[in-house]
């Protein structure tokens, strides 16, 4: 049976074809711009043109969602993931182009916040003849990580093992044809298998697709992983950051209309008497200026004079909105940022903790905490699958033993030391009193960054130590 190749370049997901229009809305309003705000600024059905122009030139934007997304990976990777075992050169460089290991599961991160779906690929270059100690590290001869976003994975399939079986990943490259040409813009489509991975270009004025390269890896597997959120797509729902981005719209809007509102304080809108617009028009019209259906113009700014009758006298005059109006939007739409952040997980329930029981402040703390931690257990299982695969394409490679920090400084750091001195009274043996010790360093990495060095010298003297009571 001969393959059609260029259906490969037509293939959709039904995840992705449903989900395509709100990826590409979350990717807009996480980078900001004009143009996410010529996306999502929506003009009034009795605006005119003129001035939804001047809103829009006018419009700025409080890129929240760019904050959520980023404030859930500082939250997370604040502390360095523990990678014992692990290969210290691919940990510097796990991407081959400088980019380190904590710096690749942070793109992970936030693109996972932004979509609910990313997907890393691990590559090998090829390479001939014997390889050397030197060689390895002069032509950087190990495995290689890249983080996808899912609008560029239009389609996948899991095999009957729940492994994935095959999937698409779309490059676009950017083809240089010299310093008299003008680069070629071509589209580009990888086919990871479970034994090759195969690159292929259609031709950008035919339907043709030709084979770019070509070769086996034979690792039994795709080398690539596919995350999805377990409690999004992956049970037939949305994404959170849909919502979000659709609380921030409002507030983009809600924020132009206080704009707007301020201006028109400033420069009202004038009301003019209905005789002296009638006074105004010519009682009879040339022929040649269209008779009677003629259109007539008056030059009305604060710079030029009106004129007005006894009669008329303080008739024509300025308008405006109220203030009051403005600070009701201005007021709706700190509401709005309070519950953007609750509806994520990442609030505290009020403004000022001082005001709450022991009860809700350690219920919020709670609820923040156990999110964190959800999503450093999805970040932790994603980069283990990531080194066995890398360990498959090198064995010299080993597995480390990776673990993501899962405290968190959600709570408050004078009241943990304290309660931690009472512990310390309590009577134990040497064990408890070394946990002790060990809860105390934790809590020291809050005030300074300690050198992963001297932190495992810390614990050995620790745990090699006893500790005297105070």
């Known amino acids: 049976m001969e ?38 600024l929506v003009r009034h059905v009795s605006e005119v043109e003129l001035e939804f122009a001047e809103r829009m030139r006018r419009a700025y934007y409080f890129n929240y969602p760019r904050k959520l997304a980023r404030l859930i990976t500082q939250c997370i990777l604040a502390a360095e993931p523990q990678r014992d075992g692990a290969d210290p050169e691919l940990v510097e460089d796990f991407s081959r182009t400088g980019l380190r290991a904590d710096e690749v599961m942070r793109q992970v991160s936030t693109l996972l916040n932004v979509f609910g779906s990313v997907a890393m690929t691990i590559d090998m270059p090829f390479f001939e003849g014997e390889v050397d100690c030197e060689r390895r590290r002069r032509e950087k001869l190990r495995p290689a990580v890249r983080v996808v976003s899912p609008l560029a994975v239009p389609d996948w399939a899991y095999g009957s093992d729940g492994e994935l079986d095959w999937i698409i990943i779309d490059e676009k490259t950017l083809v240089d044809r010299g310093p008299y040409l003008a680069p070629a813009q071509t589209m580009r489509r990888r086919l990871l298998t479970r034994t090759e991975s195969l690159l292929f270009e259609a031709e950008p004025d035919s339907a043709s697709v030709r084979l770019i390269s070509g070769c086996r890896h034979d690792l039994g597997l795709v080398p690539a992983v596919l995350v999805t959120e377990a409690d999004g797509f992956a049970i037939g729902g949305g994404h959170y950051f849909e919502d979000v981005v659709r609380i921030s719209d409002a507030m983009l809007n809600n924020e132009s209309e206080a704009q707007m509102n301020v201006v028109k304080q400033m420069f009202g809108l004038l009301v003019i008497s209905e005789s002296f617009a009638r006074a105004a028009r010519p009682v009879a019209a040339p022929e040649s200026c269209g008779g009677e259906n003629a259109k007539f113009s008056h030059v009305l700014a604060r710079s030029a ?152 010298a810390m614990l050995s003297e620790i745990a090699g130590n006893e500790v005297s009571h105070a």
């Open 305 to 456: 004079a009106l004129w007005e009758t006894p009669e008329e006298r303080g008739i024509s005059r300025y308008i405006s909105p109220s203030g009051a109006d403005t600070a009701a939007i201005r007021a709706e739409n700190d509401a709005l940022k309070r519950e953007l952040f609750d509806v994520v997980g990442m609030s505290l329930m009020t403004r000022s903790r001082d005001a709450q029981t022991a009860e809700a402040k350690a219920w919020d703390y709670h609820q923040v905490k156990q999110f964190l931690s959800c999503r450093a257990d999805l970040l932790e299982q994603t980069e283990l699958r990531v080194w066995r695969i890398m360990s498959l394409f090198d064995p010299s490679i080993a597995m480390p033993s990776v673990c993501y920090n899962r405290e968190f400084a959600v709570t408050d750091l004078k009241s943990s030391i304290e309660s931690l001195i009472e512990l310390k009274n309590f009577s134990g043996g040497g064990e408890y009193q070394r946990e002790i010790a060990r809860a105390a360093l934790y809590l020291l990495e809050k005030v300074k960054k300690i050198d992963p060095e001297r932190r495992r």
């Open 3 to 40: 393959k059609d190749l260029s259906y490969l370049f037509r293939r959709i997901h039904p995840v992705f074809r449903r989900n395509r229009d709100i990826w590409e809305h979350s990717a807009a309003a996480y980078a900001g711009g004009e143009e996410y705000l010529r996306r999502a």
